[in-house]
């Protein structure tokens, strides 16, 4: 059974902080993915990784970074939080493109 | 750049009734079609999903169908119940790639 998991389920940061969010997966996938969700909107990719230390940016990737240094573990990055990111971020993890993706609970984080 | 649209954004069905979700794709290189069902408070997941080398595929109360000439595909539910109200997001993925769209998801309410 697949397990995508993500470092936390809330998280309330300030304007202007560091955040880091962190995605693990335990099914050996080459491919995984952080998504944000809004209402409206559906799922918007920011990044994915394909590999250890390989990313490519997605729709959405102005104001978050990535990193890949294990291939188990895929983190999100936002530099300088603003307002604007307060969202849903979900990850998700697959064994290649053809194939489903599986998704961790999400992590609502609040920036105020 | 590529993009999935979902209709209706949100749908109201009796019990027992049928309900009928269409997505358009954009990008004619596309040829994996995911349907993932997010329940309330929940991650999404897969329901079925079709390649581009076939026009329709069904399981038990679900299926969906696939026209590639006008790049629609459709999720139909058959003998709707209670539990089947959720979020719906149809996608399209080019497995040559690696980035999956998705639609803006319809939400299902099922009336008992």
């Known amino acids: 059974d697949v397990k995508v998991t993500q470092s936390s389920r809330y998280l309330v940061k300030r304007t202007g902080e560091k955040v880091f969010l962190e995605c693990v997966q335990d099914?050996?996938?080459?491919?995984m993915f952080w998504y944000r969700q809004d209402p409206g909107l559906g799922l918007r990719l920011i990044y994915f990784s394909y590999d250890v230390k390989m990313k490519e940016k997605g729709d959405i990737p102005e104001g978050y970074s990535v990193s890949r240094e294990k291939k188990e573990r895929f983190s999100l990055i936002l530099e300088s939080a603003s307002t604007n990111q307060t969202s849903m971020y979900l990850c998700a993890s697959s064994r290649d493109s053809s194939r489903e993706q599986y998704f961790g609970p999400g992590t609502r984080l609040t920036v105020t | 750049g590529e993009n999935v649209e979902q209709h209706p954004s949100t749908l109201s069905v009796q019990e027992g009734d049928s309900a009928v979700i269409k997505c358009t794709y954009s990008d004619s290189a596309s040829n994996y079609f995911p349907w993932y069902k997010q329940e309330l408070g929940k991650r999404p997941q897969l329901i079925i999903d079709i390649r581009s080398n076939v026009g329709e595929k069904k399981d038990q109360r679900i299926a969906v169908t696939l026209n590639k000439t006008a790049k629609h595909f459709s999720l139909h539910i058959t003998e709707t119940q209670p539990e089947d109200s959720a979020v719906y997001f149809c996608a399209a993925t080019y497995t040559g790639g690696f980035k999956t769209i998705f639609g803006a998801g319809t939400r299902l309410f099922v009336k008992a």
């Open positions: 099914m050996d996938h080459e491919n």
